[in-house]
Antibody, heavy 118, light 108 residues
Framework: QMHLQESGPGLVKPSGTLSLTCTVS?????????WTWVRQTPGKGLEWIAE???????YYNPSLKSRSTISMDKSKNQLSLDLKSVTAADTAVYYC???????????WGPGTLVTVSS | IVLTQSPGTLSLSPGERATLSCGAS???????LAWYQQKPGQPPRLLIY???TRATGIPDRFSGSGSGTDFTLTISRLEPEDFAVYYC??????????FGQGTKLEIK
């Protein structure tokens, strides 16, 4: 059974870069074709950030595209997200997820809270 | 596409039937509509994809329906573990995925 686990700094200073990793265990990262990052804040709810395919095709939320980079390392069974020039508005729980059914995400990590504060 | 969920909060008792609505700002393909359940401190859990297909292991008391701009999640007989927040999600163009603001299903 596939498990996802997000990891990150917990606390990032304003204007810095938030770097997150999602490690896949229990199955190969290549089992699923599409992977995504989603974040959740009390104010804006669930917000989709970016998506990447096994072939490296990427899609970004236009509102975050200029600041975000999604990538993967198949050899490490890992998915990554970098979000630069962060502000307090980027404080959220960040989730990685994998797609088993078209146009939706079934496999989710537990999420990691990232706080942007000096 | 903007998704609008109603009601914001639904107060019901175990054993009752729950009907949650999700309205899309534009007509959408039924393949692109999904529903999730989320409990405090947990990630979203996929319930329904393609408007009406239950995801892996989802009990048959959960059902989805709808077309065009109006979609519905129905829970036929509420179990204590069903009280949670429910989100609809749409796959579109830009952004690729959008979520509704959620409906909180609480115990009456």
């Amino acid at each position: 059974q596939m498990h996802l686990q997000e990891s990150g700094p917990g606390l990032v200073k304003p204007s810095g870069t938030l770097s997150l990793t999602c490690t896949v265990s229990g199955d190969s990262f290549t089992t699923l074709y599409w992977w995504t990052w989603v974040r959740q804040t009390p104010g804006k709810g669930l917000e989709w950030i970016a998506e990447i395919s096994q072939t490296g095709t990427t899609y970004y939320n236009p509102s975050l595209k200029s600041r975000s980079t999604i990538s993967m390392d198949k050899s490490k069974n890992q998915l990554s997200l970098d979000l630069k020039s962060v502000t307090a508005a980027d404080t959220a729980v960040y989730y990685c997820a994998g797609q088993t059914f078209e146009y939706s995400y079934e496999i989710w990590g537990p999420g990691t809270l990232v706080t942007v504060s000096s | 596409i903007v998704l609008t969920q109603s009601p914001g909060t639904l107060s019901l008792s175990p054993g009752e039937r729950a009907t949650l609505s999700c309205g899309a700002s534009q007509t959408t393909d039924s393949r692109y509509l999904a529903w999730y359940q989320q409990k405090p401190g947990q990630p979203p859990r996929l319930l329904i994809y393609g408007t009406s297909t239950r995801a892996t292991g989802i009990p048959d008391r959960f059902s989805g329906s709808g077309s065009g701009t109006d979609f519905t999640l129905t829970i036929s007989r509420l179990e204590p573990e069903d009280f949670a927040v429910y989100y609809c999600q749409h796959y579109g163009t830009s952004p690729l995925y959008t979520f509704g603001q959620g409906t909180k299903l609480e115990i009456k």
